[in-house]
C-alpha cells in the first residue's frame, strides 16, 4: 500500500529520494559492444536467437513489403487513430523549426547561423513487456520535420517477429529503414555500424537499463538525446479532486514498469486518504497489476502539503518527468512550475493525453533532469553551424584589437595571423 507523508514530519532525504534500478550493467553492456564492433551481423543474430528468440537465419531488416503488409493487417480505426495523432504531433513540432540567422553589418561584415537536419538518426523503440508505436510517432515525425536524411530504427523482433502496429506506425511517420535489433547491442550497431546496420550520427529513444547504459557508453562516438530512467508521474491537486480519476492517472505510469514511480502532492488529507484506498481498488483488476502494484508499493507516495503553492514547490524539486495540476484554473499557477519534462493543466488532461495524442512530446527527462534536459524536440534532430565574413576594411579595423587579445593569452601566432592581413 502507498505511503502518505506529512511535509516537513519527514526528512526531505527520505521524502525527495528517487527510484534507482538495482542493476550494475556496466560490464555487460561493455562485452556486447565490443563484440557487436568486433563481430557485427553475426553478433547481433547471436542476441537475437538468445535475447530474443530469433530465428539464426531471419534477415535483420525489414523489407518494404512486410512493413506493408503490416500496415495493411491494423484495424482501419486504429490506423485512422494513429494518424490524427501523427499530425497532431507534426503540428505541434513544426512550430518549433529553427530557421537560423544572418547579421549585416558595416564595413562588409556578415555573420550568420544555419540550423541543418542531422544526416543519419537511429531511433531505438523498445518491445519487452510492452510495445509502443506511440513512442515510434513520437521519435519519427520530430525527426521528419527536421529533414534527417535517413531515419533508422531498431526495435526487438520475439520469436522473430516485430508487432505490426509498431512496423504501421513507422510506415505513418515516415522512417525509412527498420531493423530487428534490440538491447544494447542495438545501440552499439547503430554506433559503429555492421554489414547490415548503418552506422548513424545520434541515437535517440527509450529502453530499458542495458539500452540507457549503452547510450551512455557511446555517447562521443554519437550523439544522443538523454539518458531515460523508469517512468515517472506527479500529480498535486487540490481537496475537490476526484480520488477516481487520480488513481487511475498514478497508475497510468506505475503499469509502466517496477521502478516506475507515482507521486501524488495535495493540500487535503482527506483526499489522500481517498487516493490511497482507491488505489487499492484499481489495482485489483488492474491487468498488470503485478507491475503497478510493485511500482506504487516500493516507489509511490502521497505527500500532504499546506496549500497547493507548497505543493508545486514540492514538485519543483522533485523535477518529475510528468506533472499533473489538478485543479479548477491552472493557468495562473503555470509561472510557478519551473522543472517538469510536461505538464498537464487542469481537471480533464490526463498524462495519457500526452503519451498518444495531443502532439507534445512524449520522450521526456527523466530522475529530475528536467532540471537542465528538454522534451525531445526537432532541436534533437539538428545542429548549428555559425559562419563570418570580414571585408578587408573591417579585418584592419580589428587586426589591433584581436593582437591584443591573443597576446593577452600568450598566444603570438594568432596576432600575428590577425596583423597579416592589416591594410
Known sequence: MIKIYNFGEVDNAELFARTEMPVDVEDAVSAIIDN????GDAALRDYGVRFDRMPA?????????????????????????????????????????????????ENGIVLGQRVLPIDKVGIYIPG???????TTLMNVVPAKIAGVGEIVITTPANGGVIRPVILAAAKIGGADRIFRAGGAQAVAALAYGTET?????????????????AKRQVFGRVGIDMIAGPSEILVVADGKSDPYKIAADMLSQ???????TAVLVTDSRDLAEQ???????????????????????????????????????IANEIAPEHFELCVDDPFPLLPR???????????????????????????????????FYSPLSVDDFTKKMQYSYYSGEALSEAADKIARFAREEGLEGHARSALSRKQ
Open 337 to 371: 512550475i519551473r522543472h517538469a519534462g510536461s505538464v498537464f493543466l487542469g481537471r480533464n488532461c490526463p498524462e495519457a493525453l500526452g503519451d498518444y495524442f495531443a502532439g507534445p512530446n512524449h520522450t521526456l527527462p527523466t530522475s529530475g533532469t528536467a532540471r
Open 275 to 313: 487516493v490511497r484506498d482507491e488505489l487499492e481498488r484499481q489495482l485489483a483488476v488492474l491487468p498488470r497489476e503485478e507491475i503497478a502494484r510493485a511500482s506504487i508499493d516500493n516507489n509511490g507516495k502521497i505527500i500532504v502539503a499546506d496549500d497547493i503553492a507548497k505543493a508545486i514547490d
Open 36 to 39: 557487436v564492433r568486433q563481430n
Open 254 to 260: 506505475a503499469e509502466h514498469d517496477k521502478f516506475a
Open 57 to 105: 537465419d531471419l534477415p535483420l531488416e525489414v523489407t518494404r513489403e512486410e512493413i506493408e503488409a503490416a500496415y495493411q493487417s491494423i484495424d482501419p480505426e486504429l490506423i485512422a487513430v494513429m494518424e490524427e495523432a501523427a499530425e497532431n504531433i507534426r503540428e505541434y513540432h513544426r512550430r518549433q523549426i529553427n530557421p537560423g540567422y544572418e547579421i549585416r553589418k
Open 128 to 134: 519487452g513487456t510492452a510495445a509502443y508505436p506511440s
Open 197 to 213: 546496420v548503418p552506422a548513424v550520427d545520434k541515437i535517440v529513444g527509450p529502453g530499458n537499463a542495458y539500452v540507457a547504459e
